[in-house]
């Protein structure tokens, strides 16, 4: 797993507690809190101050990223999947991947008509999922 090498590389030691987080990130963007309430699930040993601090270092490690998805709060997600964006529900709070080939597309044709060079990007689509249009 490349996690537990870019870890170890930077001096950390891999703890149940470090794993389970990365673990429960692998799913769906997750808020500390969410991530706390599974770990008390899974009777991980772990505070909130924890899960902050661990965080904070997966993130500044290129491990983690956060987003705020429309909330008011950030949702962290392992970046160890294809770049892509979120679909999310306004109704019932869902939150779906999607890919963004075609985005890339609109990135070069940026570059061509400005010369500038995008580095990174997000982006949030907000609505209404099948379901939630069905009541």
């Known amino acids: 797993m490349e996690y537990v090498e870019t870890l170890k590389k930077n001096g ?4 149940k507690q ?22 008390q699930q899974k009777s ?3 505070d909130l101050a924890s899960i902050y601090r661990s965080l904070e270092t997966f993130e500044r490690l290129g ?7 429309g909330e008011g709060k950030k949702r962290y997600e392992l970046l160890h999947t294809k770049h892509h964006h979120h679909l999310i529900c306004t109704s019932c709070g869902g939150i779906e991947d999607i ?13 061509k008509n400005t010369q500038f060079k995008v580095e990174r990007h997000t982006l949030e689509f907000f609505g209404q999922c099948h379901l ?3 009541l």
Do not use: M
């Not at 950390?12 to 703890?15: A, E, F, G, S």
């Open 18 to 39: 470090r794993s389970e987080i990365l673990n429960a990130l692998a799913t769906y963007p997750l808020s500390v809190h969410e991530l706390f309430k599974i770990l």
């Open 44 to 46: 991980v040993k772990i």
């Open 63 to 69: 491990l983690v990223a956060s987003s705020d998805l």
């Open 12 to 15: 950390y030691r891999i703890t």
């Open 99 to 111: 890919d963004c080939a075609d985005i890339e597309t609109a990135i070069q044709k940026i570059y």
């Open 132 to 134: 939630c249009q069905q």
